[in-house]
C-alpha cells in the first residue's frame, strides 16, 4: 500500500489482523461500523453515515453511537499521534501504537441528525510516551452536535490478563 492509499484508508486498516475486530473501527468485525481515522493538517478526522437503525428519537442519532465514533476516532488519533511522534507515518513498515481507552467523556450539544455525513475533528491536547488525550468536535451539516474527549493509553502488554 502506498502513502496516498494509506491516507485514504486510515489508521485502521494497518491495526495487524488480531487487532482488527473492534466494533466500532476493526476492519474484520463485519457487524461493526469500520469507523477509518487519519489526519488533515494537524486535525484528525473520521466521518460516518449514520442510518436508520442507530436511530434514539426519530430523525435523530442514537448517542451511543456517537460515542462509539468519537471513542475510536480518538484512540486511532492516539495511534496516529504516537506514531508521528516516533517519525513514522502510515505506510511504513514500523509497528503501530496500540492504544485503548482510559476514560471517555461526551458531551452532547444539540440534537444530531440522521442520514447525512457526521464529521469527528480530533485535537491532540496532550501526550507523553504512553498517553495521549484527544479532544474532539463532531459536527453534522457544520452544525456542532457533540464534544468529546478520551485519554487514550498504551496497551499494556498484559491486557486482560
Ligand atoms: C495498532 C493496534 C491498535 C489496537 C487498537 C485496539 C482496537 C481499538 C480499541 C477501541 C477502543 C476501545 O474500546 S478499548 C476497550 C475499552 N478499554 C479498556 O478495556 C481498557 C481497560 N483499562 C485498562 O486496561 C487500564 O486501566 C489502562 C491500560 C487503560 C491503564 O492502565 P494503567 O496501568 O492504569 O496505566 P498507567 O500506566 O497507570 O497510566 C498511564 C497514564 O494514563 C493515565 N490514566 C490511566 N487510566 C486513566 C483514566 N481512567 N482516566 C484518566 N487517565 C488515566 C495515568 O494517569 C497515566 O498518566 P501519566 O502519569 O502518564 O500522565
Known sequence: MNRDQAEARGVQ???????AWCYGCGRLNEAGHHFQTNWE????????TPCSEHMAIPGF?????????LDCHSTGSASL????DQGHELGSDA????????????????PTPLGVKLIARGKIRDMNNKKVVVESELYAEGILCA???????????????
Open 13 to 19: 486498516a494497518y491495526y495487524p489482523k488480531d487487532m
Open 41 to 48: 493538517g494537524e486535525e484528525t478526522v473520521t466521518t460516518y
Open 61 to 69: 442519532v442514537y448517542g451511543g453511537l456517537i460515542a462509539s465514533l
Open 81 to 84: 499521534a504516537l506514531y508521528r
Open 95 to 110: 509497528p503501530l501504537p496500540r492504544c485503548v481507552t482510559a476514560s471517555l467523556k461526551v458531551d452532547y450539544l444539540k
Open 147 to 161: 464534544r468529546g474527549e478520551v485519554v487514550a493509553v498504551s496497551m499494556p502488554e498484559n491486557f486482560g490478563k
